[in-house]
């Protein structure tokens, strides 16, 4: 290869060659009639200008292309993707590029050499690119007129293909019939001599070649046979469904691309295979595929396109043509399924009719119940009803009587005479059907063998006319059978059947309930009369009860809405009077009223100091000062302890009300005696002031608390008015700390990572682990947006074991070689005796190295409990985990928290780092040294942070610091972009070497 160095010297020695050199190369650029050609004369030209041209690259329909084509490796190709999307690469780690047209907004080629070959260019070389960059743009523009034509015609070729596929669908042909016509129309927009459809059931696992068209494998799958997976290892159709993509190739390639063994393959081998899937949704549901068995005759990207373009439209045609037959199919079934149920309704009607009538005559019988009409009536009524559904010419009514000793007749009807009424229990034939309690069909025969059996008397059944057929049911109560209700027959030819056993039943029930309603409406009424003579009775005694009660009444209503200590209205009276208040208000904007919430200031002490006598004292003293300074229609409450109330409803507010509080912050300067002593006692006082925002008390109540609460806070013994201001600001704490809870729970903190690098050569030695919520609204959140909420509620501990955890468990892997991951401890775990054992428990659980951990510690920690916190510290290193002191030079500096606990490094706070870029940066220097010195007197290391500029950095260096943190560096993030980048750092190595 010509040395660059040397071609640049001979150009400039000899012009005249130089001048040939260009004219013969720059023909050879403009004479080329394709890109391929016109970029493989540019690289020759540069060559022989002694630039170490590679390559040129350019992009055809989405494809990189490489001229040479051999050029085609993953470092160029890294390369030339890198120079069209504008993204710059490492000096001398990848090949020099430059756009072709140099400088132009829309390249379409880029020239690759080696690394630094096109640094410096003589002019010969300038003008060649400048030349083929033209030439270039020119051929693009060719390439793509002619490309905007072919696509016009195919374009036009595919519209009328899917206009006859749709008219094919909306034919009456037959489903081979249409497939085939769909077969020509493909065939009419690429080559396909040999085509197949495949639709695949993924419930049942099935593959089903609806249409099959192939030179080499014809009737290879029949088109109703659904063939199942299990049979298609290594077919190409079952890989390009699962696959879900179109593909193109020759099988053996795509046989690769898909994942399939080439020694389980089916049917003949094709030079080039094509295929697309058919989709429904997101679902694939079959596959469309053309193939050639012929060498020089393939398939582009384009016929790739076009074929997955008209898949769809293929899939319509065939489930519209699939839905018709089934549609056939099922107006055929139905129309049996019509007739047959048609049949069936025929011979529901009849029974219908029988059931509607039989609930006619259920329902006029639980209606009798409620007719206000004599015994007789109603069982008559009862037997006519009975008679509408069967033979009842012999009809009579038993009950049982209520202390179930004798059998009551209320009704009898008997064509034969025979007189029926009230007897003692006996052994007749009610009596056997009321001791089973079921329906008794029987016939004089049956009678006859029940009286030689002894379950009959035969007196009584020698006293009565002898019956053909008897059919008696139970009327069963709610506490059993409470009588029997019975038809019979005297007549040969009228005999009764089991369903008419069964209709008795039913309407027996249906008796029972209505007989037993009639009893209880009896029942009732003879209650009601008694009990109304028993109101007259008690209400005259209640009368005289009255008097009494109202005026006790009257007694503990003022004993429950007043403070037995003070006098003073209660809570309940407070209410009472500030709802009444507030519904004026909210009826008349104009009548506005004020709250004060008073708390007696340091109470507590008096109790404690002086005892509950000398307290009750002091409240007694209060309440009555307080009423000195109100006036006559004020309310001055007591709400419980040492809190008091004044309602102000007159006068205009809020001055009325400031200069009540006013008056009792003055009346109260005076001392007040209780026993032989002389004690100061003054209140604090929230005001709210009524306002249309105000829809119920209880946020009234709460505002002047507030308010109370404020005043309590910023010193005592003053008033403070509402602010609104201040509830939302309490709200907007309030509803984070909430957050904070359900992001816990939720596992919304994350763990970002910030590396810490040696100075000299920035490689990597450690990381500082940051927390960050990933909230669901608001995205990425750093610390201070919610750490102070954290340690004001509490969370923050377990917020910080959480991160800890999260920080193990992440960062096992940025220093599984080598390195360390150091976490922040807050103040308060330091607290817990037994810190060290959490954290080493916690390191055990997840099997992070003890070793590769460090924990960083505030001076302000240290200085809690010095002594617990060097007894931590000493265990935690005789683990092995280190411990570093942050944020130095920011609290006492203190030499004596260096050498007093066992630490391994110290961090400079970003305070003194931010500066060192700036024209006076002496003192930080001066510090930054003085910390170095310091430092490796004691054998620690020093970790300046916040270093943002590589003048930060050079100052640093200069001081003698070996390590640092900051933005320059790396801003913090996710372990696995770390780990991404150290494999990317591990991969450009070898290739440097």
């Not at 003589?122 to 034509?149: C, K, M, P, W, Y």
């Not at 009862?382 to 009514?397: G, R, S």
């Not at 209503?557 to 709802?579: F, I, S």
């Not at 119920?696 to 201001?725: C, N, P, S, W």
């Amino acid at each position: 290869m010509i040395d660059p160095g040397q071609a640049i010297t001979g150009a400039g020695a000899d012009s005249a060659a130089g001048a040939t050199a260009f004219a013969a190369s720059g023909l050879s650029i403009l004479t080329a009639t394709e890109v391929r050609a016109a970029a493989a004369a540019l690289v020759d030209a540069l060559t022989s200008c002694g630039v170490a041209a590679e390559a040129v690259a350019w992009t055809d329909h989405g494809e990189l292309l490489f001229e040479p084509a051999d050029a085609d490796t993953m470092g160029r190709r890294g390369a030339a993707e890198a120079a069209f999307a504008g993204r710059p690469l490492a000096a001398g780690s990848a090949p020099d590029t430059q756009l072709l047209p140099p400088g132009a907004a829309d390249a379409g080629a880029v020239l690759l050499a080696a690394p630094g070959a096109l640094a410096t260019l003589d002019n010969t070389a300038s003008r060649l690119l400048a030349l083929a960059g033209r030439r270039l743009s020119e051929l693009f523009s060719i390439q793509r007129l002619h490309a905007s034509v072919k696509d016009l015609e195919q374009a036009e070729q595919l519209q009328h293909a899917l206009f006859a596929i749709a008219d094919m669908a909306a034919s009456d042909r037959d489903m081979q019939s249409l497939l085939r016509g769909l077969h020509q129309i493909i065939g009419r927009l690429m080559y396909a001599e040999n085509f197949y459809i495949a639709l695949y059931d993924r419930q049942h696992e099935t593959l089903r070649f609806i249409y099959f068209a192939d030179e080499k494998d014809a009737g290879m799958y029949e088109p109703e046979r659904k063939i199942p997976i299990a049979e298609l290892g290594g077919s190409l159709t079952l890989g390009l469904i699962r696959h879900g993509r179109a593909v193109r190739g020759a099988s053996e390639q795509v046989a690769a691309m898909l994942g399939l063994s080439w020694e389980n393959k089916l049917g003949t081998p094709s030079v080039d295979f094509m295929g697309v899937p058919m989709r429904r949704n997101d679902d694939v549901v079959g596959a469309l595929v053309v193939q050639s068995y012929r060498e020089g005759v393939g398939y582009t990207q384009s016929d790739c396109a076009v074929l997955g373009f008209v898949a769809e439209h293929v899939l319509n045609a065939v489930e519209r043509k699939r839905g018709q037959e089934a549609l056939e199919r099922r107006v055929a079934d139905r129309t049996r399924e019509l007739a047959d149920a048609n049949l069936q309704l025929q011979m529901q009607i009849a029974e219908r009719e029988r059931a509607a009538h039989l609930q006619a005559t259920l329902y006029k019988i639980a209606a009798l119940a409620n007719n206000q009409e004599r015994d007789e009536d109603f069982y008559r009524s009862l037997h006519q009803a009975v008679a509408e559904l069967l033979y009842a010419e012999n009809f009579y009514i038993a009950l049982l009587s209520a202390d179930g000793t004798q059998l009551e007749i209320p009704y009898s009807v008997d064509v034969a005479g025979d007189e029926r009424g009230n007897r003692p229990l006996g052994r007749g034939l009610s009596e056997y059907a009321l001791r089973h309690g079921r329906t008794l069909l029987i016939d004089d025969q049956g009678v006859r063998d029940l009286v030689a059996a002894g379950e009959m008397d035969a007196s009584h059944h020698a006293s009565r006319t002898s019956a053909v057929c008897w059919l008696g049911a139970p009327l069963l109560g709610a506490d059993g059978v409470m009588g029997l209700v019975v038809v019979q027959s005297y007549r040969p030819d009228l005999v009764y059947s089991s369903e008419d056993a069964e209709l008795l039943t039913f309407v027996a029930h249906q008796i029972a309930s209505s007989v037993q309603r009639r009893r209880h409406a009896e029942a009732l009424q003879s209650l009601n009369a008694e009990l109304e003579q028993r109101v007259h009775a008690r209400t005259r005694e209640l009368r005289r009860e009255i008097s009494v009660r109202e005026q006790v009444e009257a007694q503990l209503k003022h004993q429950v809405m007043h403070d037995p200590l003070t006098g003073l209205p209660n809570r309940l009276y407070l209410r009472d009077r500030l709802e009444r208040a507030l519904s004026s208000q909210q009826r008349n904007p104009q009548h506005a009223f004020a709250l004060l919430y008073l708390d007696v200031d340091r109470f507590k002490l008096f109790n404690d100091s002086l005892g509950h006598l000398a307290g009750d004292a002091v409240l007694r003293e209060v309440s009555r000062r307080l009423l000195d300074c109100v006036r006559g229609p004020d309310i001055v409450a007591r709400l419980s302890g040492d809190e008091f109330a004044i309602l102000l409803e007159e006068g205009v507010q809020p001055a009325t009300a400031v200069k009540i509080a006013q008056r009792i912050q003055s009346r109260m300067q005076a001392a007040v005696q209780v026993g032989e002593r002389d004690l100061l006692a003054s209140v604090s006082i929230g005001i709210a002031i009524s306002h249309p925002r105000y829809q119920t008390i209880d946020e009234m109540l709460h505002d002047a608390d507030v308010a109370l609460y404020r005043a309590k806070a910023t010193g005592r013994q003053r008033f403070v008015l509402f602010d609104e201001r201040q509830q939302k600001a309490a709200m907007n704490v309030l509803e984070l700390e909430l957050q904070l809870r359900q992001a816990l729970h939720a596992g919304e903190f994350v763990p970002y990572f910030q590396p810490i690098v040696r100075l000299d050569d920035g490689g990597t030695v450690g990381y500082e682990a940051l927390i960050r919520w990933q909230h669901p609204t608001r995205g990425l959140l750093g610390p201070g947006e919610f750490l102070p909420v954290a340690e004001e509620s509490g969370l923050i501990e377990a917020i910080d074991w959480h991160m800890y955890r999260l920080a193990c468990t992440a960062g096992a892997a940025l220093v599984a070689d080598d390195g360390f991951i150091s976490i922040n401890i807050s103040p308060r775990h330091f607290q817990y005796e037994d810190f060290d054992q959490r954290l080493l428990d916690l390191l055990q659980e997840t099997g992070f190295p003890p070793a590769r951990l460090r924990i960083e510690v505030t001076e302000s920690t240290l200085l809690g409990d010095p002594e617990a916190a060097a007894r931590i510290l000493q265990r935690l290193q005789d683990a092995q985990v280190g411990a570093a002191l942050d944020d130095f030079g920011t609290g006492y500096s203190s030499l004596s928290h260096v050498h007093r606990f066992p630490l391994r490094s110290i961090k400079i706070d970003r305070s003194f780092t931010s500066d060192l870029d700036q024209p006076d940066a002496r003192r930080s220097l001066a510090i930054i040294e003085a910390v170095q010195g310091l430092a490796r007197s004691l054998g620690l290391n020093v970790v300046a942070e916040g270093v943002e500029t590589e003048a930060q950095r050079q100052a640093l260096l200069a001081t003698g610091c070996a390590y640092a943190q900051g933005f320059l560096f790396g801003r913090p993030q996710p372990a696995g972009h770390w780990q991404a980048a150290a494999a990317a750092a591990t991969a450009i190595a070898p290739a440097k070497a």
